[in-house]
């Protein structure tokens, strides 16, 4: 990928092996960012597991104390009351066989999908559509429930999903380039601190690996885990 001369130099900044602190980190992204839209900032984590063992498959919500400042658009699939419960909690978008049909044609205007779980037999028709995307409802990630009001609710809140990839990386975003510098450190805390709560009991030695910071349009930098535990 070719890329951009403003890119090249911020790459020149950065200290070839060198772990950043946190704050550090944060205001090299924030002070080199060189676009004119808000950039997300987005934390990897690399775990010490195997995935192919279901007990170490982590996968499930939490509440940014400080939001993502991302607008997340929520879909949900339910019918009757609940569906009416979705249009008044604020989801984007809301149906039942209809959603069904606009996702199998290829149609998918939304970041996050919720569904009652009577809905799940009509999901799992699509589900070869939503699995690859990251869009399977699940309970663990309480986007399978019968409280949409809430989920709807806590989703546009700023809650964000934490689910192990197949390389045993953990993305997810910690908010944008714009916030205070230690209200992104709050943010990434928060998520250090729910994966280590969620540490497999079969893992063994050191459950973190490597912690890296990246924005939409800057490189990835590696960051001190022990300054964040």
């Known amino acids: 990928m070719r890329q951009?001369?403003?890119?090249?130099?911020?790459?020149?900044?950065?200290?070839?092996?060198?772990?950043?602190?946190?704050?550090?980190?944060?205001?090299?992204?924030?002070?080199?960012?060189?676009?004119?839209?808000?950039?997300?900032?987005?934390?990897?984590?690399?775990?010490?597991?195997?995935?192919?063992?279901?007990?170490?498959?982590?996968?499930?919500?939490?509440?940014?104390?400080?939001g993502t400042g991302k607008n997340i658009r929520v879909a949900v699939m339910a019918k009757g009351d609940k569906a009416s419960e979705a249009k008044e909690a604020g989801a984007d978008l809301v149906g039942d066989s209809d959603l069904s049909d606009k996702i199998s044609s290829g149609k998918i205007d939304f970041d996050l999908l919720i569904a009652t779980p009577d809905m799940m037999p009509s999901i799992g028709k699509i589900a070869k559509i939503l699995g690859p995307k990251g869009l399977m409802p699940n309970p663990k990630s309480g986007t399978v429930t019968m409280d949409v009001a809430k989920a709807v609710s806590n989703l546009k809140a700023g809650m964000v999903e934490l689910r192990v990839e197949k390389t045993g990386i953990v993305h997810t975003i910690c908010g944008k380039v714009s916030f205070e510098k230690n209200a992104l450190v709050e943010n990434i805390l928060t998520i250090?601190?729910?994966?280590?709560?969620?540490?497999?009991?079969?893992?063994?030695?050191?459950?973190?690996?490597?912690?890296?910071?990246?924005?939409?349009?800057?490189?990835?930098?590696?960051?001190?885990?022990?300054?964040?535990?």
């Open 4 to 66: 951009s001369k403003n890119r090249k130099n911020l790459i020149k900044k950065l200290e070839i092996g060198k772990v950043y602190e946190p704050i550090e980190a944060i205001k090299l992204l924030k002070e080199n960012s060189y676009v004119k839209f808000q950039e997300t900032l987005e934390v990897a984590i690399n775990l010490s597991i195997d995935t192919k063992k279901t007990d170490q498959n982590i996968r499930g919500m939490l509440n940014l104390p400080k």
């Open 192 to 229: 250090y601190n729910t994966l280590a709560k969620a540490r497999p009991p079969s893992v063994k030695g050191q459950f973190m690996e490597k912690i890296s910071l990246s924005s939409t349009m800057g490189p990835s930098v590696k960051i001190n885990i022990n300054s964040i535990g």
